[in-house]
């Protein structure tokens, strides 16, 4: 089940990254980023819950754990998504994004301490390997000091944090019901949570605006349908696994930039791009 598992992550990060490039143009539009990451988890919401009503058998919703774990699962993707935008708007894209990726070194640790994974050499090279082939995407190497600041940073180490938070709340609620149901309560908290920095006005206008197609697409990809692959394969795999699988997401939201919005990729970008598809494939493949 491993390789199975591994390939609907990989599946579900493919489709965060085309979400990212989704939400890059709706926040070149002038749209708020408080407002995306919303819609981004209430479509996301609609999409569970249509389909929890469909196939209510099983669902696991008189289980203690299943409720616990969601609602941790849920208040961490709301922070990924909060400290992500904060992040950015503190530092820049390339900061943000190196220090998000740094949740496969927390959820590694994490993993240790709780003695779900041994600690080994091979694994410690993994974690550098894939940190260096962030570093190399994302470009940071070229961010002058004045590119940094100290609130950039801080809430680019959080979204990390809550990305480890709801690796583990996905995780742990798997075993006790269906993924419509997990998924139902995690949005439900998502939402409510992104709803208190939302401009309620600029929300309402999304309805009659033209880019209502790019929100509905941005909370299937991003938030329904990814985060069903999601759960459904990290009820097989263990977390430091999922953490270094979804390392394909920072590769489809550069790509997707390539491919429609004409930015250019440079050959270092491309190596770190490799170097990160041969860990995370070596990993995969020795994980069965």
């Not at 995306?36 to 696991?60: C, D, E, K, T």
């Not at 208040?75 to 990726?101: Q, R």
């Not at 992104?194 to 990809?221: H, K, R």
């Not at 991003?222 to 999922?242: D, E, N, Q, R, W």
């Amino acid at each position: 089940m491993a390789g199975a598992s591994s390939l609907l992550i990989a599946l579900a990060a493919f489709c965060w990254g085309i979400s990212g490039g989704i939400a890059g143009i709706l926040l070149d539009d002038g749209w708020d980023a408080a407002v995306v990451s919303f819609y981004r988890g209430f479509i996301g919401l609609l999409f569970a819950l249509g389909w929890l009503l469909l196939q209510r058998r099983h669902s696991g919703l008189n289980s203690k754990r299943l409720w616990f774990w969601s609602v941790v699962a849920g208040l961490g993707v709301a922070g990924n998504f909060t400290f992500y935008f904060l992040s950015i708007e503190y530092g820049n894209v390339a900061v943000a994004a190196t220090l998000m990726y740094c949740a496969p070194v927390f959820v590694y640790l994490v993993s240790f301490s709780l003695k779900l994974e041994r600690p080994t050499a091979a694994k410690w090279l993994a974690i550098a390997l894939v940190m260096v082939g962030i570093v190399l995407l994302t470009k940071l190497y070229a961010i002058s000091a004045s590119g940094l600041s100290l609130i950039g940073v801080g809430t680019g180490l959080l979204a990390g944090l809550s990305y480890t938070a709801f690796i583990f709340g996905f995780k742990y609620a798997a075993p006790h019901g269906s993924p419509q149901a997990i998924l139902s309560v995690a949005f439900t908290v998502l939402a409510i949570a992104l709803l208190f920095p939302t401009d309620i006005n600029q929300a309402v206008s999304v309805i009659s605006a033209p880019e209502l197609p790019l929100f509905v697409a941005l909370g299937i990809l991003g938030a329904g349908l990814s985060f069903l692959l999601y759960v459904v394969g990290i009820k097989h795999a263990a977390p430091a696994l999922a953490s270094m699988v979804a390392m394909v997401e920072p590769i489809t939201a550069t790509l997707f930039g390539v491919a429609v919005l004409n930015e250019s990729l440079g050959v270092i970008q491309m190596v770190g791009m490799g170097i990160i598809l041969l860990t995370v494939t070596a990993l995969s493949v020795s994980s069965r």
